[in-house]
Structure formats: C-alpha cells, structure tokens
C-alpha cells in the first residue's frame, strides 16, 4: 500500500483547529429551530432534548453494535441482551417523539442482536421490512461461516409514509436481450459502452455495496464507517428534498455528506471529537463534488461495474 494511493480522510493539525470552531453543543438558548445542516459534538441523549418534537422526516440509526470496539477514545462493551436491550430501548424512546407522523426510520444491526431489536421496534414503530446487505470484509474465520452480512430495519412512524422506488431502481444487465417482431429492444436499452440493461426494481438484499477501504475517496479512520451509495439509497428512497434527516450516531459523518449531495438537510450527532470534526471536513468537501460512488446518472450500478459514462 504506497501513501500516494492511500486516500483515507484524516486531520491535520491546522484542520483540528479549524473545525473544531465549527462543531456545537445543542442547549435550548443556542438551537432557535429551525436550525439544520449542523455537527453536534454532544451525547445523544443531551442533544435530543433540545430539538423540537415532529420535525424529523427521516431517522437513520446507527448506533454501537452489541460487541466491545473502540472508537476513537471511547470504548463500547459487549453486554448482556438485558443491558443492551434497555439501552436501545432508552436510545429510541428518546429519538421517536422527534419525528413527524409520516416519518421513517432505517436502524442497523448485527446477526446477533437483530431479534433484540427487531422485539423493540415491534414495538414502537411499523416494521416494514428488513434488509440484507452484504458486508464482503475480512478474512473470515477457521471455525465458522463468514459473518458477511449486516441487517438495516426499515420501519415507519405510521402507515402514511413516503417511499420513492422510482428513485432507486438498480442498472442490471440483461444477458438474453429479448427483442420484439420488429427487432426493436423489449424492455432494455444500451448504454455508451455497448452493454444492454434495463432499471429494476430494488429489493431487500442489497449485494452492491463496499465497505469503504484505504484507496477510496470516502474512506475515514472510523471502524464501522457505512457506504455513501447506502445512505443514497436510504435517503431517496424514503425522502425528499428538503427533508430533515437526523443522525444521532453520525460517526464520520456519511449521512450528513450524503443528505448535503442529495439536498436534504442534516441534523448530526456524534460524541466524539474527532469523528465530528472528520465529517466537518467530508461537509467542505462535498462542496467541490457530489459525487456518490457506484451512484450515476439516476441509477444505482452493480459492484465493480464499469461507469456507464465511460467511453
């Protein structure tokens, strides 16, 4: 691995300085609502407080997994499923009063505690499916299958909802192109490089995702760091422009730059420093591009697929 390939976003000492002036803390004198598009340096629990309730069209949950990890300063402990249940269930109580009538919610999970989870939600929200998403990272193990795979609960506040398939249809190749009596393309088209696809409908297992590594742009120091081209797909799928998308656990800060790409506003929260100032930082730079890797021209492409823009 040579530096010059390495594109992972870290800190300078200039860029500590610089963002940390941007971060904030929420208390009820500095959070005149309403106030978006903002990093919070603060304890979830805290910040909620000060935002309003019903102002949130979209919650995206991605909080510590039930293992022990270290983030940055701070390490999270395994726990009994007991103690790991009353925390999820302190987290959600908190966040569900911030959220409109006609809100959703997509909340992150690992195999172990998904059926936790999924018991909570059951409870306080509409379960309208779960997503499969494979997570292909890591050398496995001699003892066992692979753990390749993570969960994302899709849930609603009610059965009023907004859900957008049209917006996140998947490029597929058709590898036996049909074509009608007249010898016209039936229900295919080609692109530049020749290669004929038709847009399909998504499903609930998505296997075009890369967990972002050392030689891609969007790639941070955080260790559980999610896809931009997932949050994409979240947020056009179930908001529109000009929604309000909160992030309680935003980590480096991929839901706040992919909601700033797409036209939405942000709230973020996340307790630790430096991941706050890192998505600071991912915020100046999606000024200079709104680029969403393996995102192009309305469709969303396959892993490893060659841009369809490339001549």
Known sequence: MTKSRNKTIDLSESEKEKFEKQITELTDENLKYPKHDIVVNQDVLEAVKCIPSKTVDLLFLDPPYNMTKKYNETIFSEKSYEKYSDIFTTWINALMPL??????????????????????????????????????KGRGSKTNWKNNSEDVWFCTVSNSYYFNVDAVKEYKQVIAPYRTSAGKAKDWVEDVNGVKYRLTHPSNIWTDLTVPFWSMSENTPHPTQKPEKMLAKILLASSK??????????????????????GRKFIGIEKD????????????????????????????????????SDN
């Open 273 to 308: 420093k430096k991941y706050s100032m890192i998505a600071l930082k991912r915020l100046e730079m999606a000024e200079d591009s709104s680029r969403i890797q393996g995102y192009e021209e309305g469709m969303f492409l396959p892993r490893n697929v060659k841009n369809i």
């Open 241 to 262: 422009k000009g929604d309000v998308v909160l992030d309680p656990f935003l980590g480096s800060g991929t839901t706040a730059v992919v909601a700033k790409k797409l």
């Open 99 to 136: 959220l409109k009538e006609n809100a959703s919610i997509y909340v992150c999970s690992e195999w172990k505690t998904s059926a936790v989870i999924f018991d909570i939600l059951n409870k306080k929200t509409i379960i309208q499916n779960r997503i499969v998403w494979q997570r292909d």
